[in-house]
């Protein structure tokens, strides 16, 4: 009922010519004059605005006068109710239009800034989800790290450990061997000391020194003394020098080895406890860092969740976004021309129900001119302007 295409246009001027011309060889008398107008109007507006049902309306006017007039009833009432109905009619629909306007204009508004607000919120939760997932990986990557150099630590902790007890024990030896061959050498010194230097405290020394040990026996390997045996002092003093240069080699060897062990044994204790350190911070960085990853692996999957839920609901205003503006936009005439369309079939079909009202009152020519309606003959098919 909207819209009529050329051809229709080109039907309602020639129906315009055929009542123009039939109309210029029937009038008689006023009545006539503004049946004729009326008609005239409805199809111009027709015409116009391309309007079937304002054809239709002139349609009925034009069967309305004809029948009802041969008749003899009054064709102005009912051609008035028609019009006025199709006035109703009109501006009910420019009433629900401009209903539908409003609507459209408010939905519209309305889900672009929802749909504003959901991207904004979702790029918003992406830039934190990647941020997350980045410093998750980072700190992953730290705690391997770390994890690796724990166990570097503990390995080379445990060869350290290995190599101080077997030191230990080669020391343990060593300390006792020269210990026991440092006190040897000591004794047997003690007795050749005395033996060499004479009186009784020298036989006493001899027979001690006959009765020390194998072990020091078999160590100085003494032939057995003749039969006329004499003291040889020169010999004695030959064999005690021999025997402090030992006792001197042994002391400092067994110095030596208690100052290295005492070195080593310090060395270890200061490199242990540094590892104690190390591994204490290590394993700490190593528990703070999971956690800290941990928490971030929570947040990224509550992020995510809030993520697919903006998504969905994105997604949503989206495909309603769709609908009104496929609803609201995409039509074939605006509404501020189907507004102006509106506003002037009703301002047309106004003026046609005053030519009757004036017709109907008995001073349609004098009614007409004080009003200042038209100025120009009633029967010009030239658009008003």
């Known amino acids: 009922l909207e819209t009529a295409g050329g051809a229709e246009a080109q039907t309602y001027a020639f129906l315009e010519l055929r009542g123009a011309s039939s109309a210029a060889s029937s009038l008689h008398n006023s009545a006539d004059l503004a049946r004729a107008e009326v008609v005239t109007l409805v199809k111009r507006l027709a015409r116009e605005h391309h309007s079937a049902a304002l054809a239709q309306l002139a349609s009925r006017i034009s069967a309305v006068f004809r029948f009802r007039a041969t008749g003899g009833q009054d064709p102005f009432a009912k ?34 800034e929802k749909k504003t607000e959901l991207e904004r919120d979702l790029e918003k939760l992406t830039s934190k989800i990647d941020q997350a997932v980045a410093a998750s990986a980072g700190l992953k990557e730290d705690v391997k790290q770390l994890q690796g150099e724990l166990a570097a ?13 077997d030191a230990h024990t080669a020391y343990v ?7 026991a ?39 100085m390997k003494q032939p057995a003394p003749p039969q006329k045996h ?11 020098g021999i025997l402090e240069v030992t006792e001197s080699d042994f002391a400092k060897n067994l110095a030596a080895e208690e ?14 406890q540094e590892n ?19 928490g971030l692996d929570q947040s990224i999957s509550e992020l995510s969740s809030d993520r697919r839920t903006t998504d969905s609901e994105l997604s949503a205003v989206l495909e309603y976004y769709d609908k009104i503006k496929e609803r609201c936009i995409a039509k074939p005439e605006s509404y501020a021309e189907r507004k102006q369309r509106r506003e002037s079939e009703i301002a047309g079909l106004k003026d046609a129900l005053a030519i009757l009202e004036d017709e109907t009152a008995g001073g349609a020519f004098t ?8 100025g120009r003959h009633f029967l010009s098919l030239e658009p008003r302007g």
């Open 367 to 374: 009614q007409r001119g004080k009003h200042g309606r038209r």
């Open 230 to 240: 004499e003291k040889s002092s020169g010999a004695g003093q030959s064999i005690i």
């Open 181 to 219: 061959g440092l006190g040897g050498v000591r004794r047997a010194l003690s007795v050749l000391r005395e033996y060499y230097s004479g009186g009784a405290a020298a036989s006493d020394a001899g027979a001690a020194m006959i009765q020390a040990g194998g072990d020091l026996a078999e160590m």
């Open 276 to 294: 104690k350190i190390s591994r204490t911070m290590k394993e700490q960085d190593v528990k703070y860092k999971t956690q800290e990853f941990k």
């Open 153 to 165: 630590l503990m390995k080379s902790q445990a060869e350290m450990d290995k190599m101080r007890q």
């Open 79 to 112: 051609v008035k109710t028609l019009i006025s109905d199709m006035i109703v009619k009109l501006q009910a629909e420019a009433g629900s239009e401009a209903t539908e306007k409003a609507y459209c204009d408010e939905q519209m508004a309305k889900t672009e």
């Open 259 to 272: 100052t290295e062990e005492e070195n080593a044994q310090s060395e270890y204790e200061q490199m242990t």
């Open 173 to 179: 030896q060593a300390k006792g061997e020269l210990e």
